[in-house]
T-cell receptor, first 113, second 113 residues
Framework: AQSVTQLGSHVSVSEGALVLLRCNYS??????LFWYVQYPNQGLQLLLK??????LVKGINGFEAEFKKSETSFHLTKPSAHMSDAAEYFC???????????FGAGTRLFVKA | GAGVSQSPSNKVTEKGKDVELRCDPI?????LYWYRQSLGQGLEFLIY????????KSGLPSDRFSAERTGGSVSTLTIQRTQQEDSAVYLC???????????FGPGTRLTVT
């Protein structure tokens, strides 16, 4: 069965610092992997997705994520945090032949001035 | 083009009353999902539709919850005899392919008093 674990419910960084949000997944078949962002009082918006092409995926707003099969990880990074990055981030996984996308519990990112 | 819309954006109801939440997906999207997001929690899968059919209703929390979709488009989530624990944000998402990225609406915030 597929599952997603996001390490750290809250992450705080200073403006300009590296952002690293961790995601580990469990899947019995090659997965599709996603990162979504949710700003206050809004729905989720896709940041980036991995669908078995390049292992390093670039998304919007300067974010990127690397699929590491050996570590079953899909961590999200951004070299330099901006105040506008403050939001909740969700990692998600879906499987071949499945209909369901499983979402992690989310990580709230705080950016300090 | 137009995104996923949901109505109402906010709903306050008294315990025991019935409520209907509406979702208008992106035109042409065959799959539609309902999720529940409780305060500080991740996304809880409720139900999905492929066309007008709901192959998996196992995520519905109780028999007080039901959903339908007509014309392969608009969907309604109905909660009967609401309870305080039903208070949450209800998110709707649509997609063309079951495994692929989902497009989310802004959600309906339900408060049961």
């Amino acid at each position: 069965a597929q599952s997603v674990t996001q390490l750290g419910s809250h992450v705080s960084v200073s403006e300009g610092a590296l952002v690293l949000l961790r995601c580990n997944y469990s899947s019995s078949v090659p997965p599709y992997l996603f990162w979504y962002v949710q700003y206050p009082n809004q729905g989720l918006q896709l940041l980036l997705k991995y669908t078995s092409a390049a292992t390093l995926v670039k998304g919007i707003n300067g974010f990127e994520a690397e699929f590491k099969k050996s570590e079953t990880s899909f961590h999200l990074t951004k070299p330099s945090a901006h105040m506008s990055d403050a939001a909740e981030y969700f990692c998600a996984v879906s499987e071949t032949g499945g209909f369901k996308t499983i979402f992690g519990a989310g990580t709230r990112l705080f950016v300090k001035a | 083009g137009a995104g996923v819309s949901q109505s109402p954006s906010n709903k306050v109801t008294e315990k025991g009353k019935d409520v209907e939440l509406r979702c208008d997906p992106i035109s042409g999207h065959t799959a539609l999902y309902w999720y529940r997001q409780s305060l500080g929690q991740g996304l809880e899968f409720l139900i999905y539709f492929q066309g007008n059919s709901a192959p998996d209703k196992s995520g519905l929390p109780s028999d007080r919850f039901s959903a339908e979709r007509t014309g392969g488009s608009v969907s309604t989530l109905t909660i009967q005899r609401t309870q305080q624990e039903d208070s949450a944000v209800y998110l709707c998402a649509s997609t063309t392919y079951l495994r692929d990225e989902q497009y989310f609406g802004p959600g309906t915030r339900l408060t049961v008093t």
